[in-house]
């Protein structure tokens, strides 16, 4: 089974290119091609195999979600030209990311299981426990960083250190929110829970505009909601779609990003595991049936479309 696990090309009129964890970003006048190649990270770690059909699940769930939140706000994508391909608007990021959460779960509830009470600045109530529904959505941002971790920040940090204007900072919150409410209603069709997810956003000709991918295995957590208030009376684990089961599976090997650490090996069959995790979720949360696109090239497949696309329309 092919993967893509990083592309090396070089298009026309192109000027710049940068290799993110999971895209590959190749930059022109006015626009960027991403492509959404098969690695997988974790504790902003870059796995050392790909995940067959990762990068299509991304960018075809990015896809829809951002095709179906267009009226609550603007949004980069133009085109997607190939099954891992998506061609948007460049603009000038903001370097934080809008962290939203309706529950309390992962890095969240790591958090609070350590005592703290305080996250990005929120405070949480007493007597939680994991997984819990909160009070209402809180949003907890992190710096964007280009290299390592991604830092937890407050509003307050945001706003004293100037990496956002108040007033363009409160509208950040007010389309997350927006988006936030949007997407749990859209899972809650598909009897999912949207637990916690991640915005970014960019500006373009000053208009604030969202960025990269929404409600992806990526950046978000789902529960089912089937037996979700069972599962929690009894303090039994939720059932859930997210990449969490990969975080789980390097934290039961001694790994989470740590120096010193090294990640336990990735056997065919966990990989394998992996890539029907993926498009289970994207056939739960879409409600479409997936396609495989079958290339015995899919560097080439992906090169050619882009250049087509390309050719067409600059």
Known sequence: ??????????????????????????????????????????????????????????????????????????????????ANVSVGLKCETYPVEMVVRGYLAGHAWRTYKSGLRILCGVTLPEGLKENDKLPTPIITPT????????????????????????????????????????????????????????????????????????????????????????????????????????REWLIANNFQGKEGQFVPEMTDEWINQISERYIELFEKVSGKKFEKDISENVLNRVETNINNYLASNQ
């Open 1 to 82: 089974m092919s993967t893509i696990n990083t592309t090396n090309f070089n298009f026309p009129n192109q000027t710049g290119f940068y290799k993110g964890k999971v895209r590959d970003v190749y930059s022109f006048e006015n626009l960027l091609v991403m492509v959404a190649s098969d690695r997988i990270s974790a504790f902003d770690v870059v796995l050392p195999r790909a995940i067959p059909y990762k990068g299509q699940v991304l960018n075809q769930i990015a896809e829809h979600f951002l095709n179906a939140t267009r009226d609550v706000v603007p949004n980069w994508l133009v085109a997607t030209p190939d």
């Open 143 to 246: 710096t964007k960083a280009h290299e390592g971790h991604d830092e937890d920040i407050s509003r307050e940090e945001i706003l004293s250190q100037g990496l956002v204007s108040e007033e363009e900072y409160s509208q950040l919150e007010k389309y997350t929110l927006a988006l936030f409410s949007r997407g749990t209603e859209m899972a809650a069709q598909q009897g999912l829970i949207l637990v916690d997810t991640k915005y970014e956003f960019g500006n373009i000709n000053g208009q604030i505009t969202l960025i990269d991918e929404i409600h992806t295995p990526d950046s978000s957590r789902y529960f089912y909601s089937e037996g979700y208030s069972e599962r929690q009376e009894k303090g039994e684990p939720q059932k859930q779609l997210s990449k969490e089961f990969v």
